[in-house]
């Protein structure tokens, strides 16, 4: 069984209306929902607002793999907590960042750039497979439309990507890098443009599946490189 914890803010759920309606259990609970249906994964989620952020060194210790959404309160994470994910991701967690997560302080921790990217709302995008031979690409189609989403658009400023799976084509004609895999040291990092708050993107059948695909491929080979008893700390 794969365990995995879903974080979120939950803050624009809570405040706008129309998010609310896209996501009446929150993102979170959107996510973890799809996921629950799958007979190899167990969810739970963590949001902003629990003790430590719902992110003890417990709940971290039992997660295999953590999905991170997280946008208008990105400095609000405590340092600490965001240096113990990147801690337990070195360790072999996986972690999957979605959308504006890039500029989360663990991904900007864990990879040491920017992660800085142009951005406008009010867009359409084709979200290209340019690896379907990779595992997170496993039964998606060529081409997926997004009819609404917020554009994001190079240069975007990440490490070089050990793999590019996905490419974003948005109707004004900027293109991304929109499905993109990075490693340290033994854990796996996916990140996935897809999913501005404002519309229902969670809710698209192949967007899930590219979800649950990355799950499956960040999740840890062997559980044993994560006991304490197996780490060497200098």
Same mark, same amino acid.
């Given at each position: ?19 609310? /309606?896209?996501? $009446? ?21 963590? !949001?902003?607002? #629990? +003790? ?26 405590? @340092? ?25 302080? &663990? ?15 009010? @867009?359409? =995008? /084709?979200?290209?497979? &340019?690896?379907?031979?990779? $595992? ?8 997926? @439309?997004? $009819? /609404?989403?917020? #554009?994001?658009? =190079? $240069? ?31 854990? /796996?990092?996916?990140?996935?443009? +897809?999913?501005? =708050? ?13 979800? !649950? ?17 197996? #780490?060497?700390? @200098?």
């Amino acid at each position: 069984m794969i365990r995995v914890t879903v974080w979120n803010e939950y803050v624009h759920e809570r405040e706008y209306e129309g998010i609310r /309606k896209n996501y $009446p259990e929150g993102i979170h609970g959107c996510i973890a929902a799809f996921l629950e249906r799958e007979e190899d994964i167990s969810c739970r989620t963590a !949001t902003l607002d #629990m +003790p430590e952020h719902g992110l003890t060194e417990q709940v971290l210790a039992q997660t295999d793999v953590l999905i991170w959404w997280s946008h208008a309160k990105q400095e609000e994470v405590e @340092d600490v907590i965001a240096e113990r994910v990147c801690s337990h991701i070195r360790m072999g967690m996986g972690f999957i960042g979605l959308h504006s997560a890039h500029f989360s302080k &663990v991904l900007r921790r864990i990879l040491g750039t920017s992660m800085t990217l142009r951005w406008r709302h009010g @867009d359409s =995008e /084709k979200l290209w497979c &340019v690896n379907p031979a990779h $595992p997170i690409a496993r039964g998606i189609p060529a081409c997926i @439309d997004i $009819p /609404k989403e917020e #554009m994001y658009g =190079e $240069p975007f400023g990440i490490p070089q990507p050990e793999e590019l799976v996905f490419v974003g084509w948005f109707s004004g004609g900027e293109v991304f890098r929109s499905g993109v895999t990075f490693t340290r040291e033994n854990g /796996k990092i996916f990140y996935f443009q +897809p999913g501005h =708050e404002e519309h229902p993107v969670y809710h698209m059948p192949p967007i899930q599946q590219i979800i !649950t695909n990355a799950v499956r491929w960040a999740a840890p080979v062997n559980r044993l490189i994560r006991q304490p008893e197996n #780490m060497h700390v @200098d």
